[in-house]
């Protein structure tokens, strides 16, 4: 029986696991920030409390633009390899 | 001459199985924005079919690894060799179709890699099996992948959840819907890269069995371009019985579980596709699906057809590997010439017709008495 290690690659196995549960979070939390930003942006707006709103606003956008950066990012590790 | 010929055959099975694959695994990758009503069914098929194709020319690790960690190239070479690849192209083509034709989601991947292995072991016994490859790039993976899907999706949707808990459903349903778009998007990506090179693998594999390439040879141009249309074209063609399965019976998904279970489902194909793991994209999503259904309660999981599907799961590299070898044994009887591999051929595809003149009339049956009802 050979050992686990000589027919398992644990460092592209761990890197694997790594990248899927980073990729994954990161991509959840951004994306619900932005929606979070959007919806909020919305109701403060209606409420009439501007600089709230806008900053709402502000964490939207920053989901919106760093899920479109890591799913880039995902995509352009893929294919440099 | 008739090693030309068995090679022609090997190709056109090698395509018609990836046609197949996405055929069959059209479910995997537009279920979840179907059923949460993120992408009509015809717009969702028609974009995964695309994002296949494109898919299918990010990487060929997988390739690399079908073609040269699964059997032993140098313990199979020749016309008998042609055979070997030939038999387990059919033992995955049939379980493809039993398992599409019982509405199951198994996994093509696993059928294929069964297959082959089936029909190598029948050829030259236990020395033609890259044992280490088998073990630590197919079979090992193939258990964590979908622990894995499960666990990043159920962290994922939890950790969505928190967020957006305290907001309007409507607003919030709507942004994750649109997310669906992309999410199901990176899926179809991640699913071509890892699903064509299967394909490019397996004809890579027959081309130097042939002759026709040197040992750890890349896959030529033609053969990525051949595999990304007939998967992308299998997709578009869809596979709307397992779409039921995965979409619907599994659990009942809002968009944001939609969302989670294909953003873990992309995120740990597409880590795999890098390191040149053939991951069974169908495990994956299916872990996804169900980790994004465990977070919201454990009963939301239909467990009984969960575990219909891990039947499904266990099954496929035996019962693959059966039918290959069975194959390769009848392919066998008649030489190591095209005799076999045509007489099979023509088999298949009258049972082929059968079995879908009989799925598409029981379609029409239980449409017409669901219409009654």
């Known amino acids: 029986m050979e050992p686990f290690a000589s027919v398992v690659n644990t460092t592209d196995l761990f890197e694997t696991v790594a990248a899927a549960f980073v990729a994954s979070l990161a991509i959840a939390l951004v994306s619900s920030l932005g929606i979070w930003g959007g919806t909020k942006y919305v109701d403060y707006s209606q409420e009439g409390r501007g600089v709230t709103a806008l900053l709402a606003l502000g964490v939207g956008v920053f989901g919106l633009l760093a899920t479109v950066g890591i799913i880039g990012l995902g995509i352009a590790l893929m294919v440099t390899k | 001459m008739d090693l030309h010929l068995i090679l022609a055959i090997v190709v056109v099975s090698a395509l018609a199985f990836d046609f197949t694959n996405g055929f069959h695994d059209t479910a995997n990758v537009v279920a979840t924005s179907i059923s949460t009503g993120a992408a009509s069914p015809k717009a969702a098929i028609a974009f995964a079919a695309l994002l296949n194709f494109v898919g299918a020319f990010i990487s060929i690790e997988v390739a690399a690894t079908i073609a040269s960690d699964v059997v032993n190239q140098s313990a199979i070479s020749g016309a008998g060799s042609l055979n070997v690849v030939f038999s387990g192209l059919v033992g995955a083509i049939a379980w493809n179709l039993v398992t599409w034709y019982f509405g199951l989601p198994s996994s093509s991947s696993h059928a294929l890699i069964g297959g ?82 299967k394909t490019m693998g397996v004809i890579t594999l027959a081309l130097i069995a042939d002759g026709a390439l040197p040992a750890g040879s890349n896959p030529p141009t033609w053969v990525i371009v051949a595999s990304a249309t007939a998967i992308a074209l299998g997709t578009y063609s869809g596979g709307w019985r397992i779409i039921k399965t995965t979409g619907m019976r599994i659990i009942k998904m809002d968009p944001a579980q939609g969302f989670s279970a294909q953003g873990a489902g992309a995120a740990v194909i597409m880590a795999s596709s890098h390191f040149g793991f053939p991951l069974s994209t169908t495990h994956v999503i299916n872990g996804g699906v169900m980790g994004s259904g465990v977070a919201k309660r454990i009963s939301a999981v239909r467990w009984g057809v969960a575990g219909n599907i891990v039947t499904a799961w266990i099954l496929t590299l035996p019962a693959a590997a059966v039918i290959g070898a069975v194959t390769f044994g009848v392919t066998s009887l008649f030489g190591s010439g095209p005799v076999g591999p045509v007489i099979i051929s023509a088999i298949a595809i009258v049972l082929i017709v059968i079995a879908f003149v009989r799925r598409s009339r029981q379609t029409e049956v239980v449409d017409v008495q669901a219409e009654g009802a």
């Open chain 2, 116 to 197: 082959i292995v089936g029909a190598a072991l029948v050829d030259s016994g236990s020395g033609a099996i890259e044992t280490a490859g088998l073990v630590g790039k197919v079979l090992i993976p193939a258990v964590v992948a979908p622990i894995l899907a499960f666990v990043v999706a159920a962290l994922a949707i939890g950790l969505s959840y928190r967020i957006v808990r305290n907001l309007r459903p409507g607003p919030v349903n709507r942004g994750y819907r649109l997310g669906q778009i992309v999410s199901g998007g990176l899926l179809a990506l991640a699913h071509g890269t890892n699903d064509a090179q």
